[in-house]
């Protein structure tokens, strides 16, 4: 009894020992410095300063070197006895010039992208209330190497590297949002995630497979929420407030987090609440993107009525309120578990391309629109540091999530009105252990289990009488199961050669019921069941022949199995124009190649990244014959019948390049440049310019910081899209575009001026103004149904406690 009583004591004084805080401030000022991210050249860990710049350094090997980051200030690299010289105290110096940040998404752990072969952009929640983005989708677009296409004001549909919708893979938390009911057409489920929320945004270019699974092929999109921390001494807490109105939309955001914790338990809640009006487009532009007029319902008719202010994008406008809460509870000094809860709802989205629809002379649609939009998530975790021989730390993550989405049509003219609803149950399991095998060199491996339930139902209710019968539903009842095994190695060659490779296989599983359509449609089956498997990889080196100078070359695969959506959609997806179901596909796979270059010098840095992808068994819309039939009846119209595919190949390769120049000691020049092509085949054998290949993009942006005051003047541009340069199914879509001189729709180019500013007024009081547009243009991006705001006022207030 006395040996175990000596051993406790002899452990504690061994960790209290071991267990050292620094503290960090700004220079010059000497004011504390929070959110200060400390990770080690080894893999895993890491941690942030408190709001008293204050982190411990218990969880890190003394062997190891530590990286000190954070966004406007100059990284630091030291070892342990350089901070003992220090006294545990460090000085950050202001720096415009952007970092290498830690990134998580190329191996699921905290490695420097310094270290990464393939290409990685991150994002730092630090700019946001600059930026001042509407909502997620916006803020990735502000990036400047992310293209968005919107149909709605409620919308966003990310563009990377010639792909979009459900060949992009979203991470909240390292958690997949993919579900089986993400379309291959425009998608805009990242507006469920709540901007003031996040506290990094990584976005990984070219497949992700190996370490994601399907749907990685063209990126992913790895959203970090804000994370509590535990307190180093008493008790501590916080809260922030921040108030944002916009002029264009009359826009009213109201946003509350709040922070409490202790040495072994913290909190965190969350909450935002959006109020979006009608979005008002520019003064000067092409004609054709006014809004003339719109439906009306008069003593239960619809009419036509004129709109006062043509700019007055009418029925735009939808309002939406976000939710969060963590709790992380430290077991021990090697165990800490964490909950998180997520939720998201919006108001009807009006589907605003939809609505401008023409029938002839009239309105086709009287009512378009998505009903509420639900996001729920439930996440469990734990993760625990071992000297066992199978891993040094080990990540688990258990979550639960609730999508529920709707839409709503009625037919200008027409007394039903259509609405369809999908609910879509997901669960998943993720178990990621990182081992570290010689100095830097370490394997990274697990597992991952997706389960998603689908049900679809469809209800047409008479707008006169109030009665209601079923109609068809978009999905049939599914069941969709994935399940992976990866493993990663990054070996330090030598101090100037590193290597990255991956491996991953994935087993995929889809059982289908279309019962719920048979009695509307004849089909020629009643339930499917598909199998799939598919075996990815990935290899790429980071080269230094100097240490201001890296050249990574990197191949990789992705690929997407078929979802529910691929499967068995029975939509219009054009007018004229119906999807019905075919349960033969099989996966498409994709195969990257792709070289980043990057040079610092003391003022200056440059990248360069260029790219091959090569899409095979690509699944794409086809005509096709539903019981020998090539034109059905959908909803009273006479529609060409089509089906998903795998009939095409398709490829897209491009440049994406940028700099930074810092001209003085507060001025800072960024730059960046996408410019990309992509065909794919059609039924005929020809060639079509591909549909989610954006035009060339791209920004300028100069900064002014000095003190309290930050100022940006931005410029963002896009080319034009000729007519013959459009692809096919863009030109089905007239009513999305300008007209050139021939009356053919085409995209013009388009560039606009930004300036936005932010004041530290008080240490607890942030002010935030900007004008969006200040040329007033009416432009369009590549693809939306929706104009881009005009002249935007924006203000923002931002009270810190």
């Known amino acids: 009894m006395k040996s175990i009583f000596l051993s406790v004591i002899a452990f504690f004084f061994y960790a209290s020992a071991f267990s050292q805080q620094v503290k960090i401030v700004e220079s010059g000022s000497n004011l504390p410095l929070p959110g200060v991210m400390i990770y080690s050249n080894a893999p895993g860990n890491s941690?942030?300063?408190?709001?008293?710049?204050?982190?411990d350094l218990g969880i890190f090997d003394k062997s190891k070197i530590l990286n000190f980051q954070l966004f406007g200030f100059s990284s630091l690299k030291l070892t342990f006895e350089e901070l003992e010289k220090n006294e545990f105290f460090l000085k950050m110096n202001p720096d415009l010039m952007s970092l290498e940040p830690a990134v998580v998404s190329a191996s699921r752990w905290s490695q420097s992208s310094s270290d990464v072969p393939t290409k990685i952009s991150v994002f730092s929640s630090k700019n946001l209330l600059i930026r001042n983005p509407a909502n997620t989708a916006d803020w990735l677009g502000n990036s400047g190497e992310v293209f968005v296409q919107k149909s709605q004001q409620g919308g966003g549909s990310p563009m990377i590297r010639g792909f979009s919708a459900n060949r992009l893979l979203y991470a909240?938390?390292?958690?997949?949002?993919?579900?089986?009911?993400?379309?291959?057409?425009?998608?805009?489920?990242?507006?469920?995630?709540?901007?003031?929320?996040?506290?990094?945004?990584?976005?990984?270019?070219?497949?992700?497979?190996?370490?994601?699974?399907?749907?990685?092929?063209?990126?992913?999109?790895?959203?970090?929420?804000l994370d509590p921390s535990f307190a180093n001494g008493d008790k501590n807490w916080s809260a922030n407030v921040i108030s944002r109105f916009a002029s264009a939309n009359k826009e009213a955001t109201i946003h509350a987090d709040f922070r409490y914790a202790t040495k072994r338990w913290a909190f965190?809640?969350?909450?935002?609440?959006?109020?979006?009006?009608?979005?008002?487009?520019?003064?000067?532009?092409?004609?054709?993107?006014?809004?003339?007029?719109?439906?009306?319902?008069?003593?239960?008719?619809?009419?036509?009525?004129?709109?006062?202010?043509?700019?007055?994008?009418?029925?735009?406008?939808?309002?939406?309120?976000?939710?969060?809460?963590?709790?992380?509870?430290?077991?021990?000094?090697?165990?800490?578990?964490?909950?998180?809860f997520h939720y998201s709802k919006s108001g009807d989205i009006p589907r605003y391309d939809r609505l401008i629809e023409q029938n002839g002379n009239k309105l086709k649609f009287a009512v378009w629109s998505y009903g509420p939009q639900v996001w729920l998530m439930n996440n469990l975790g734990i993760t625990r540091e071992s000297d066992s021989k199978l891993f040094d730390q080990m990540k688990v993550k258990i979550a639960q999530q609730y999508f529920e989405e709707s839409r709503i049509d009625r037919r200008f003219g027409n007394q039903n009105q259509n609405t369809r609803t999908e609910k879509v149950n997901a669960y998943s399991i993720n178990a990621d252990f990182l081992k570290t095998i010689k100095n830097e060199s370490f394997l990274s491996y697990g597992a991952e289990l997706v389960f998603n339930r689908v049900n679809s139902e469809g209800i047409t209710e008479n707008i006169g009488t109030g009665t209601t019968q079923p109609t068809t539903s978009r999905y049939p009842n599914s069941d969709w199961f994935s399940a992976g095994i990866y493993s990663t190695y990054h070996a330090t060659l030598s101090e100037k050669v590193k290597m990255q490779t991956g491996l991953r296989y994935n087993f995929t599983s889809l059982s289908a019921d279309f019962t719920n359509n048979i009695k509307f449609y004849p089909l020629p089956f009643s339930t499917s069941k598909n199998n799939f498997s598919a075996l990815t990889g990935s290899f790429g080196m980071v080269i230094q022949p100097e240490e201001s100078f890296s050249i990574s070359p990197t191949l990789s695969t992705g690929f997407r199995a078929p979802n529910v959506d691929d499967v068995g959609k029975i939509f219009d997806s054009a007018p004229g124009a119906v999807l019905v179901p075919n349960p033969e596909l099989?996966?498409?796979?994709?195969?990257?190649?792709?070289?980043?270059?990057?040079?610092?010098?003391?003022?200056?840095?440059?990248?360069?990244?260029?790219?091959?992808?090569?899409?095979?068994?690509?699944?794409?819309?086809?005509?096709?014959?539903?019981?020998?039939?090539?034109?059905?009846?959908?909803?009273?119209?006479?529609?060409?019948?089509?089906?998903?595919?795998?009939?095409?190949?398709?490829?897209?390769?491009?440049?994406?390049?940028?700099?930074?120049?810092?001209?003085?000691?507060y001025f800072l020049i960024t730059s960046r440049y996408n410019w990309q092509n992509g065909t794919e085949e059609l039924d005929?054998?020809?060639?079509?310019?591909?549909?989610?290949?954006?035009?060339?993009?791209?920004?300028?942006?100069?900064?002014?910081?000095?003190?309290?005051?930050?100022?940006?003047?931005?410029?963002?541009?896009?080319?034009?899209?000729?007519f013959s340069e459009l692809p096919f199914e863009e030109k089905e879509k007239p009513q999305l575009y300008a007209k050139d001189e021939n009356g053919n729709p085409y995209a013009p180019s388009w560039a606009v001026l930004n300036l936005n500013t932010t004041y530290q007024l008080f240490p607890a009081l942030q002010l935030m103004a900007g004008v969006e547009n200040i040329q007033d243009r009416r432009y369009q991006s590549y693809s939306s149904g929706l104009a881009a705001p005009g002249r935007n006022f924006s203000f923002s207030i931002k009270a810190s406690f």
């Not at 009306?296 to 994008?313: M, W």
């Not at 190649?593 to 360069?608: P, T």
């Not at 990244?609 to 034109?631: C, H, K, Q, W």
């Not at 005929?684 to 060339?696: E, I, L």
């Open 684 to 722: 005929n054998g020809s060639k079509s310019p591909s549909r989610h290949a954006a035009p060339a993009f791209g920004l300028s942006r100069l900064t002014f910081s000095k003190k309290d005051l930050k100022i940006e003047l931005t410029s963002r541009y896009s080319a034009e899209v000729s």
């Open 172 to 225: 909240v938390d390292g958690i997949r949002m993919n579900t089986a009911i993400f379309r291959s057409g425009n998608l805009h489920n990242v507006i469920s995630l709540d901007p003031f929320a996040i506290s990094t945004t990584e976005v990984l270019f070219g497949p992700g497979s190996v370490m994601y699974g399907s749907d990685a092929i063209g990126g992913v999109m790895s959203f970090e929420t």
């Open 268 to 340: 965190l809640s969350s909450f935002s609440k959006f109020e979006y009006g009608d979005l008002k487009m520019g003064r000067i532009g092409p004609s054709d993107y006014l809004r003339p007029n719109y439906a009306g319902l008069e003593n239960g008719v619809d009419v036509i009525i004129q709109n006062s202010d043509p700019k007055v994008q009418v029925s735009s406008g939808y309002e939406q309120y976000n939710l969060m809460q963590k709790i992380k509870f430290k077991a021990n000094e090697k165990t800490v578990l964490s909950y998180g």
């Open 586 to 665: 099989k996966p498409e796979y994709a195969y990257n190649a792709e070289l980043n270059l990057n040079k610092h010098f003391q003022r200056f840095k440059f990248d360069l990244s260029g790219y091959y992808t090569l899409l095979r068994d690509a699944m794409v819309r086809r005509p096709f014959t539903l019981n020998g039939e090539s034109i059905i009846d959908y909803d009273g119209e006479a529609s060409q019948v089509f089906a998903i595919q795998n009939a095409a190949s398709a490829k897209v390769y491009g440049v994406q390049a940028g700099f930074e120049l810092a001209i003085s000691k």
């Open 47 to 55: 941690i942030l300063t408190n709001n008293e710049g204050i982190a």
